[in-house]
């Protein structure tokens, strides 16, 4: 069992960043691909970006060059950079664990507006 816990949405003026951080429990982390999704309202959850156990990572081409996953084993933690922010980006970011089974977090606001 895995628990994803996701922080550090927020109010976001365009042009700007965050950095969305999901914290996970237990001691075998490092073994999970790790992925963020996002929900905008009244759209499907899509796909932001991913990175392998082993650190490789992709992303969906409306956020390549503007968002950068990364992860930290020691902290059990994944991170999503996110710069040059639009007001497009604004949605309900996920935070997602594949391996011995699939977890999602409960989920980060992030708006983006003037």
């Known amino acids: 069992q895995v628990q994803l816990a996701e922080s550090g949405g927020g109010l976001v003026q365009p042009g700007g960043s965050l950095r969305l951080s999901c914290a996970a429990s237990?001691?075998?982390?490092?073994?999970?691909?790790m992925g963020w999704f996002r929900q905008a309202p009244g759209k499907q959850r899509e796909l932001v970006g991913g990175i392998t156990s082993s650190g490789v990572t992709d992303y969906a081409d409306f956020v390549k060059g503007r968002f950068t996953i990364s992860r930290d084993n020691a902290k059990n933690t994944v991170y999503l950079q996110m710069n040059s922010l639009k007001p497009e980006d604004t949605a309900v970011y996920y935070c997602h664990a594949s391996g011995v089974g699939n977890y999602w977090g409960q989920g980060t606001q992030v708006t983006v507006s003037s």
């Open positions: 237990g001691s075998i982390f490092r073994l999970y691909a």
